[in-house]
């Protein structure tokens, strides 16, 4: 029997060492087994607290384990993309273990390490098998051509992508990818359109400010280029059963999943509000057509929304939470909300404080 609340503190002492414990953790992966450093990013930078951090979290709350079992097999399919084998979770363990004991310190026992390696075990076999189960009916990932490449401004470009083979998903989910151009990053992207019968895929791409993979997506990116795309993610942005209203709040390329699910909303039509926001309306990039497609769908009302109208585009001025909450579009709906981690957050206050119910509101966790 795992004591799970031994688990839970040891973590905390562990975890209070902060960058040091990843640090000390990739150290002892690679030295130990050199062949797993071709799994992970030449820079190490933003990835250096990812694994590590999730490892402890998750296995530290195996009392919970049930409730996360989806998410541990759709993690051990997803990292299939990555080239992890089976064989590699025992080095992963090994690690693990061994990082743990040098921060526990005196507080490391026998007990202790027993309960890491059994949680340990449950949660790598949980992610090994829906892998191998994986491999009977789907590929590791995907090699899609860029097929078109619109630069809208300097920071946004809609990319096309025709991964070849059938890749499933659901408007509101969202794909990795990785480009030869930053090897091994992977990064989350959001179809703009629901699935197609020709299997093109239309991401929106924001390059943030340093951003290693976004930037050169946007600025280095070019049709005929191949990007490695893996399987499809996320659950939380995909459309509610229901005939009832739906509010879409989104602010940058967070239009992108919006777009998607409105796509699928035309399917069987209810009545739809997309307030999309952005500072100014040059950050607007595809307004043009959410206009157009709203001229088409008499059930589709899209609001922009910016922080300063200097030049009279048409567009209301304050958030769109805001805005949607004021307009009485939020009462009674189901509203779904993507964008930047702050206006995401913001949003969810300002609904909660209007009343809209937590279980009304839609948006994927960030860090998900
Ligand atoms: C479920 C999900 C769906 C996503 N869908 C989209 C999408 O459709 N379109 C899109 O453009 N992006 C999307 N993202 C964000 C995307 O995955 C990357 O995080 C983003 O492109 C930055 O990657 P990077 O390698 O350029 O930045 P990194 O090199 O990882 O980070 C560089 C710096 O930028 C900061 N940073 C990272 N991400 C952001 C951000 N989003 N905004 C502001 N600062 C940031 C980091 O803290 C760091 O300081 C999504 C993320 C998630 C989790």
């Known amino acids: 029997m795992i004591d799970a609340d031994r688990l839970k503190k040891n973590w905390s002492l ?10 000390y953790f990739y150290s002892t992966l690679f030295l130990t087994h ?7 990013p030449m820079n190490m930078a933003a990835q250096r607290d990812k694994l590590v951090t999730a ?35 025992p080095a992963v363990g090994e690690a693990l ?42 590929p590791s990932w995907w090699d899609a051509e860029v097929v078109a490449h619109d630069r809208r401004d300097l920071e946004t470009a809609v990319i096309t992508i025709d991964p070849g083979t059938r890749l499933d998903y659901l408007a509101g989910q969202s794909v990795s990818l990785c480009t030869s151009l930053r090897p091994r990053a992977w990064r989350q992207y959001s179809p703009a359109n629901a699935p197609r019968t020709d299997g093109t ?3 929106h791409v924001r390059a943030v400010d340093g951003g290693e993979v976004s ?35 989104a602010g940058g ?26 500072r100014s309306p040059a950050g607007l990039y595809c307004l043009d057509q959410m206009r157009a497609l709203a001229a088409h769908c008499d059930w589709l009302e899209v609001v922009p929304c910016v922080d300063e109208d200097l030049f009279g585009a048409g567009a209301r001025v304050g958030a769109p939470a805001d805005l949607a909450v004021a307009h ?24 909660a404080g209007a009343g809209v119910p937590p279980e009304a509101i839609h948006f994927e966790p960030s860090g998900a």
Not at 242 to 248: D, F, K, P, W, Y
Request: hydrophobic share 45%.
């Open 201 to 203: 895929i239309e991401l």
């Open 14 to 23: 562990v975890a209070a060492h902060g960058n040091q414990v990843p640090l």
């Open 328 to 351: 009485g579009r939020c009462s009674g709906a189901d509203v779904y909300l993507c964008g930047p981690a702050g206006m995401v957050e913001a949003s969810r206050k300002h609904l």
């Open 34 to 40: 050199p062949e797993t450093r071709d799994l992970f």
């Open 215 to 249: 930037t050169a997506l946007v600025s280095l990116l070019r049709p005929g280029d191949t990007l490695r795309v893996g399987p499809a993610t996320g659950t939380a942005l995909t459309l509610r059963p229901g005939s009832g209203r739906i509010a879409m709040i």
């Open 55 to 89: 490892l402890g979290a998750v296995v530290s709350n195996v009392d919970t384990i049930d409730a996360v079992v989806p998410t541990l097999q759709a993690l051990g399919r997803d990292h299939r993309k990555f080239g992890a084998l089976r064989g590699h979770y």
């Open 97 to 138: 273990l061994a990082t743990l004991e040098h921060f526990s310190g005196p507080h490391w026992t026998p007990a202790i390490a027993a309960d890491w390696t059994a949680a340990y075990e449950l949660v790598a076999a949980t992610m090994a098998d829906a892998a191998d189960a994986a491999a009977h009916y789907t």
């Open 253 to 278: 390329t967070g239009v992108a999943p919006m777009k998607a699910l409105i796509e699928q909303v035309a399917a069987a039509p209810r009545p739809t509000s997309l307030y999309w926001g952005a």
